[in-house]
DNA sequence: GCGACAG
DNA sequence: ATCTTGTCGC
């Protein structure tokens, strides 16, 4: 359902060389200042009864794997509430690549969308966005092919650098990641995203902080603000949660 | 040559 | 990402 800009997507059959070349294209295209119609304080986990206006659609996006196939599923939530779920099944071609993330999972989640009867108004994808060596991560690529708000939320930094050491800082508390020399599209020190600690316990089992980054549309604060308000008493955001889960049970019934 | 490296 | 049992704690 969701238009697709065909210039920008991830093709795994391109050399690494022309793959590398539309990551310049992507970061281009990319706008990392606000730039949606939702109002930010309307992105919760509320339930629908107790609100007024209209909620945004906020699309969590997973993947699991069977042998050489993807299982891609998006979960769209209003509120607290899921209110759709599609999967699509697709044959991989490539490997894994760091950097090159896109390239193999793309085309597996644009498959899913195509699955949607609804667009979102904002998409969490699982990995980075702006912290990337071209600053055109999984959640930047995709949120440029369908034009849609995005933003990535990563378990491990895959470069830059923390202003500060995140280890077992308190919940809510964040810190930037700057652009360090593998970032080859920006200026050393430029702020691409931040660490994010989006739980946390009183005392030992410390919690790693979530990477944040914009992928779309969106800036790094406005990334991570909107990201903590999607967080409801677990380390990662909800509809990537919800995510998880169905791409978990979707496996299961291909294996 | 060595280390780093989203999912 | 994936392969996996039990175990500690609220």
């Known amino acids: 359902m969701t238009p697709v800009r065909p210039e920008f997507l991830p093709d795994p059959e391109l050399s690494r060389e022309e793959m590398e070349t539309l990551q310049y294209d992507v970061a281009d295209a990319a706008r990392w200042t606000d730039d949606f119609d939702f109002d930010p304080r309307d992105v919760s986990l509320e339930s629908a009864a107790s609100l007024t206006g209209d909620r945004p659609l906020v699309a969590g996006v997973d993947q699991a794997f069977l042998d050489d196939r993807a299982v891609s599923v998006v979960v769209l939530m209003r509120g607290g509430d899921v209110v759709e779920r599609a999967h699509a099944v697709t044959d991989l071609s490539i490997p894994y690549v760091p950097g090159l993330l896109s390239f193999r ?140 889960a169905y791409a978990d049970e979707t496996k299961a019934e291909y294996a």
């Open 105 to 244: 999972e793309g085309g597996p989640i644009v498959a899913a969308f195509e699955e949607l009867s609804a667009d979102p108004d904002l998409v969490v994808f699982d990995g980075s966005g702006r912290i990337h060596y071209r600053q055109a991560g999984l959640a930047t690529h995709l949120g440029v092919v369908f034009d849609v708000p995005s933003v990535g939320v990563a378990k491990n930094l895959l470069c830059g650098r923390p202003r500060e050491d995140a280890e077992g800082r308190p919940e809510g508390w964040r810190t930037d990641i700057l652009a360090d020399d593998t970032v080859e599209n920006a200026e050393s020190g430029d702020r691409i995203g931040h660490a994010y600690q989006s739980r946390q316990y009183d005392s030992s089992p410390i919690i790693n902080p979530l990477y944040v980054s914009p992928g779309h549309r969106v800036s790094v604060p406005t990334a991570t603000d909107l990201v903590s308000r999607l967080c409801g008493g677990y380390k990662l955001p909800e509809p990537t949660r919800r995510a998880d």
